[in-house]
Nanobody
């Protein structure tokens, strides 16, 4: 069983910053793979950043250099620091987690999801 709760979304102007948080409650939170996804209005959900149990990270090209994914295993928390936000970053943001490696989760699907937090960036 897993339970994920995101927070930190909001409305900002272009160039601003936000920090998203996700509290992850899994039986194996300390060894879980975790990721951030987003779904813009009218578009499909996409993975934008991931972090494996060993701390290895990946980023989508659209956010590389602007967003940073991190985790605090002591707090069972996942974070996404978003800097230099653009209007095209407007979306519902979701965190996801699983007990399997990130590469496998991408193939079979992430097992646990949060409810999402809205990020709106105005020009």
């Amino acid at each position: 069983q897993g339970h994920l709760v995101e927070s930190g979304g909001g409305s900002v102007q272009a160039g601003g910053s936000l920090r998203l948080s996700c509290v992850v409650s899994l039986s194996s939170s300390k060894t879980a793979s975790m990721a951030w996804f987003r779904q813009p209005p009218g578009k499909e959900r996409e993975e934008i950043a991931s972090i494996d149990s060993d701390g290895g990270t990946t980023y989508a090209d659209s956010v590389k250099g602007r967003f940073t994914i991190s985790k605090d295993t002591a707090k069972n928390s996942l974070y996404l620091q978003m800097n230099n936000l653009r209007p095209e970053d407007t979306a519902m943001y979701y965190c996801a987690s699983d007990e399997i490696p990130t590469a496998v989760a991408r193939i079979v699907g992430w097992n646990y999801w949060g409810q999402g937090t809205q990020v709106t960036v105005s020009s």
